[in-house]
Every structure is written in structure tokens, then in C-alpha cells.
């Protein structure tokens, strides 16, 4: 199972990033994706979820400003970002739902106030 995440950069105080996160060696599409992120000294933290069906979840800090999203054709999920703030600065991953596999690379996003 390979896990792909890019999309992330710098960019100021209220701009925004699509993170992309590319998948492979397990069914995608009956598979509920999840993104993390690890800020700067910090342990990894969960920010959102989408399941097989669609269905998507949140953690409070990012609700109204981030969304999920998935295209099984492509194995791929998305994660838009949008209003972005300094504290968002953290190394992204994905990963599948239960059972986790291996993390990636992950991909930075840097924000500067």
C-alpha cells in the first residue's frame, strides 16, 4: 500500500491549498480516508475524515474552513483548504481509516501571518 500526499507550500494568512493524497494497493473506494496533520514540536493530530459513502467529519479547529473529498476513479482524496492561519502550519498525511497502513512522506504547508 503506497500513500501519496502533495499540494502543500507557503502561502500567507488567509489563502488558501488543495492537498491531494494518491493511493494504491488497497480498494479505495469501499475505504474511509482520513487526513493528519503533525505541526512544528507537536504530535500528529487527526483533521478530518470522509468515509466510503461520503460521509464527512472534522475536527472543530478546521470546520467551515477545510473539505474533504474523494474521487474513487482516481484512488485519490482531497483535502481544500481555505482561510488559512498560522497555527494550520504542519506536515499533512493521509491514511486509511482502520486498519492504518504505513504513513508517507506527508507534504508541508507553511503559513505565514
Known amino acids: 500500500v503506497q500513500l501519496v500526499e502533495s499540494g502543500g507550500g507557503l502561502v500567507q494568512s488567509g489563502g488558501s491549498l488543495r492537498l491531494s493524497c494518491v493511493t494504491s494497493?488497497?480498494?479505495?473506494?469501499?475505504?474511509?480516508v482520513d487526513w493528519w496533520r503533525q505541526p512544528p514540536g507537536k504530535e500528529r493530530e487527526w483533521v478530518a475524515q470522509?468515509?466510503?459513502?461520503?460521509?464527512?467529519f472534522y475536527t472543530t479547529s478546521v470546520k467551515g474552513r477545510f473539505t474533504i473529498s474523494r474521487d474513487n476513479a482516481k484512488n485519490t482524496a482531497y483535502l481544500q483548504m481555505s482561510s488559512l492561519k498560522p497555527e494550520d502550519t504542519a506536515i499533512y498525511f493521509c491514511?486509511?481509516?482502520?486498519?492504518?497502513?504505513?504513513w508517507g512522506q506527508g507534504t508541508q504547508v507553511t503559513v505565514s501571518s
Open positions: 491514511n486509511f481509516a482502520i486498519p492504518q497502513e504505513n
Open positions: 470522509i468515509d466510503w459513502s461520503g460521509s464527512t
Open positions: 494497493g488497497r480498494d479505495f473506494a469501499s475505504s474511509s
